[in-house]
């Protein structure tokens, strides 16, 4: 598998211990069990590890040979991947892991078990020093390794049709849906972020580890808010209409909900050279509407959380909180679109924990140390829309607006008529020159001037 996506690979073989020939259970045939699959394989282990350059890029490799017991975690595998994150950690590389296992060995019991923590302690290690965790899941990827180095990656891409989940095909409940332990169906419950094709997994890889291991650009005191890491802040995006700024609230209004305004994905469009997308908020849930990633602008990469103008369900709020905390993690700074008429508030939404979904969103950009920047592009809906705002670093244009809520609803709640809803907007000073004059905006973006 490793030549699938390098040439350029240089095993690293950390010492073996000495063991028992049949095992730290003497498990009978357990030697003659590991000697065939030597045979089989040409391996003395199911993990190897190195490290790789893909598509330019260096990084520490591991691959799992499933051939070799199945690709199972054993104490001499939890040694060889213990030795992996530590030389990523000593060498300042990024991980990536390409998984192909059963889980936990039967021949090693609770010892075989045990490395799940061992795993687990050093990627939160490797976590903590700010190196990115890629993991290609392969077929099959299930039990603990799943749940390890393939459900703790940062960014998690799978292969057409592979078998995913905790549960692996001769234990799981008889009746279950087999859709939920296939790589596409972990993409639509939000538990991958992609499927790759084989002939197309290098190119991925690569652009992932060129944006994820890109050098940060440091800023200066003056670029820098209280309290925030030393990193340049993203570029404010080009307005990409030009339009005069509204002469009431309801023209604001109106501006903002054109179906024919610029959408978050031209504004992500013409902002990055390239980007790449994450999916899914990791608790078994998507939402189309929140388009979440990493891109190169300028050469330098930049985060992105971007509402498309939908109500923004709880699993849009929590991947963009995901986002962000990557983001501060690896020092990356963030983007943020705002544009939507407010957070869904439907039954399914309040069942998701659409409450608790935004708070975290807010959590995510208020503890955030790298610079987030935020420009309202289209409407601002209350608190659904809020939730993506940077405090001190939002901008608007000229086709939107913000309110505490839509005018509509507020005309409700003071108990006036369909007649008072144009006055209502004029109330709220929602428009983008009266978000300015209030301090919520730092000014209103234009459209870069054609060149002579």
């Known amino acids: 598998m490793v030549a699938v996506v390098t040439d350029d690979f240089t095993e690293l073989r950390p010492p073996e211990r000495e063991t ?232 604001a209004v109106r501006a903002a909900r054109a179906a024919g305004r610029p959408r978050a994905s031209a504004y992500l469009d013409a902002y990055f050279t390239s980007r790449m997308a994450l999916s899914g908020d990791r608790c078994g849930g998507v939402d189309d509407g929140m388009l979440c990633g990493f891109g190169l602008r300028d050469g330098r990469t930049v985060a992105y959380a971007a509402q498309a103008g939908t109500a923004t369900r709880p699993a849009g709020y929590r991947t963009a909180a995901r986002l962000i905390r990557l983001a501060d993690r690896l020092g990356v700074p963030v983007l943020t679109l705002v544009d939507t008429p407010g957070a869904a508030n439907d039954a399914a939404a309040e069942r998701a924990g659409q409450g608790a979904a935004i708070a975290d969103c807010f959590a995510a950009v208020a503890s955030a140390v790298v610079p987030v920047t935020s420009l309202v592009i289209g409407e601002g809906g209350s608190g659904g829309a809020l939730a993506l705002s940077a405090p001190s670093r939002t901008w608007v244009t000229a086709d939107s607006y913000f309110s505490v809520i839509a005018p509509e609803l507020a005309a409700a709640i003071l108990k006036r008529g369909p007649g008072d809803i144009h006055a209502t907007a004029d109330h709220l000073r929602l428009r983008p020159q009266d978000l300015v004059e209030l301090g919520v905006a730092r000014g209103v973006i234009s459209p870069t001037p054609p060149l002579p």
Do not use: N
């Open 20 to 251: 028992a020939p049949d095992g730290p259970l003497l498990w009978a045939g357990y030697a003659a069990s590991r000697a065939r699959a030597t045979e089989r394989t040409g391996e003395d282990e199911s993990v190897i590890h190195g490290v790789a350059k893909v598509e330019g890029h260096s990084c520490v490799l591991i691959s799992f040979e499933f051939g070799f017991l199945g690709g199972s975690l054993g104490e001499r595998t939890g040694d060889r991947l213990e030795a992996a994150y530590a030389t990523a950690r000593e060498r300042r590389l990024p991980l990536v892991s390409l998984i192909s296992t059963g889980g936990s060995r039967m021949q090693e019991g609770m010892i075989a078990l045990t490395q799940l923590q061992r795993v687990a302690r050093q990627s939160a290690l490797l976590r903590a020093v700010g190196l990115p965790q890629i993991a290609v899941l392969r077929d099959p990827t299930t039990g603990g390794g799943w749940a390890t180095l393939g459900a703790g990656a940062d960014v998690i891409l799978a292969l057409p049709g592979a078998q995913i989940g905790f549960a692996g095909s001769r234990v799981r409940p008889a009746d279950a849906d087999p859709a939920a332990y296939s790589a596409e169906g972990q993409v639509a419950a939000g538990a991958v972020d992609a499927v790759v094709r084989v002939e197309e997994l290098r190119g991925v890889v690569g652009a992932w580890l060129g944006l994820l291991g890109a050098p940060v650009e440091v800023g200066s005191g003056s670029e820098c808010g209280a309290g925030e890491r030393a990193v340049v802040p993203a570029d404010v995006p080009d307005a990409l209409s030009d339009v005069p700024l509204p002469v009431t609230g309801w023209d």
